[in-house]
């Protein structure tokens, strides 16, 4: 029963994250006039669809994504080898950008809607310190519990997760904290102390004080998690990059959908249904903003490489030749495809290995 409610609950997840974002592609591409060839919901065979005037509605097997598919897109799509008015390569340069851009943009909307329904019924971790432990960095360095952290190494702390966050990739030595106290700021300095059992760094501090949002302070604070789930994607890719992240630490959907969902699932089923349903909102939020990061960066077959190569036709005056730049993302699928089946392997061994 468990595995039939995470499975569930994650194929409503990664549905909504990827189908927002196609839908971002299709609301832009209809206001500029481009051609959807088809717009679908899920992937695989075709279970369902509708033809209405130029675009095709369909939904497929696999309830999990989606796609929006215009006519002409890397050379594919045409109707009869030839290319209508509406084409995608037809349409203006900036219609082109922002239909392509849409689809992360939409990402991020999702974001802050999601965030907006969770802060409302849930309370807000403030950098508000609740205790500092004795012979800690932090007591060394001055601070006492009702400090308010402002910020640590230049970077604004503003809420409790982002101090996490902030242990969490540090890579260790001095930092500078700015702190409030009684209403003065003060600066200090210290050095967290690597924990092995936590895996990261610590400063000695503990974090209590719980924010009830309301009214305009909605907003801000909806701004501030999805703020935290953007710089934390920012950062595991740093990360990523500079080796600091081994392969158990890497996940696909697979792994996602049981050592995520699952697990988070198990852990908050007992407190009722609304704590399970704002873990999940939570889960979405951070997918949500990860696709969308993601899908920004300048790599081929992704929405961040296809407006590389729109950017460099609004430099050049002209565009990239198509069948040029359909290899590029071609090989950049067919990178991404053989990169999947490395993550499925991937969650396979950390799951069962």
């Not at 101090?163 to 106290?181: A, C, N, P, Q, S």
């Not at 729109?310 to 071609?330: D, N, Q, S, Y």
Request: a negative charge; charged letters at 20%.
């Amino acid at each position: 029963m468990n595995m039939v409610v995470t499975i569930v609950f994650f194929i409503l997840i990664f549905s909504v994250v990827v189908i927002s974002h196609e839908f971002g592609h299709f609301l832009l591409a209809k206001a500029n006039g481009i051609h959807v060839v088809e717009f679908s919901v899920g992937m695989g065979p075709t279970l369902f669809s509708y033809q209405r005037k130029e675009t095709k509605y369909s939904l497929r097997l696999l309830p999990i994504g989606g796609a929006c598919m215009f006519e002409g897109e890397d050379g594919v799509n045409t109707k009869e080898g030839e290319l209508s008015p509406g084409a995608f390569p037809n349409a203006p340069v900036w219609g082109r950008i922002s239909t392509v851009a849409a689809g992360p943009i939409f990402n991020f909307f999702l974001a802050i809607i999601i965030a907006l329904i969770m802060v409302q019924f849930m309370s807000i971790n403030d950098t508000t310190l609740s205790e500092v432990s004795e012979g800690s960095p932090a007591k060394e360095a001055g601070l006492q519990a009702g400090d308010r952290i402002l910020s640590i190494d230049g970077e604004k702390m503003c809420i409790g997760s982002d101090i996490t966050l902030f242990t969490v990739t540090t890579k260790g030595g001095m930092v500078e904290v700015k702190y409030e106290r009684d209403g003065q700021k003060y600066t200090t300095e210290l050095t967290p102390l690597y924990d092995e059992q936590e895996g990261r760094y610590l400063m000695g501090v503990a974090l209590g004080e719980q924010v009830d949002v309301r009214g305009f302070d909605n907003l801000r604070y909806a701004w501030y998690e999805m703020r935290y789930f953007t710089k934390a994607t920012f950062k595991s890719l740093g990360m990523l990059i500079g080796g600091r992240v081994g392969r158990k630490d890497v996940a696909g959907p697979v792994g996602i959908a049981v050592n995520v969902v699952g697990k988070t699932y198990e852990a908050t089923k007992e407190y009722g249904w609304l704590t399970v349903l704002l873990n999940m909102l939570n889960i979405t939020l951070m997918l949500t903003v990860n696709l969308g990061i993601l899908n920004l960066l300048p790599l081929p077959a992704l929405d961040g490489g296809r407006l590389v190569f729109l950017l460099l036709e609004v430099v050049r005056g002209k565009p990239v030749p198509p069948e040029k730049e359909g290899m590029v993302h071609l090989a950049g699928l067919v990178f991404f495809m053989a990169l999947m089946v490395f993550v499925f392997f991937n969650d396979l061994v950390n799951i069962f290995g």
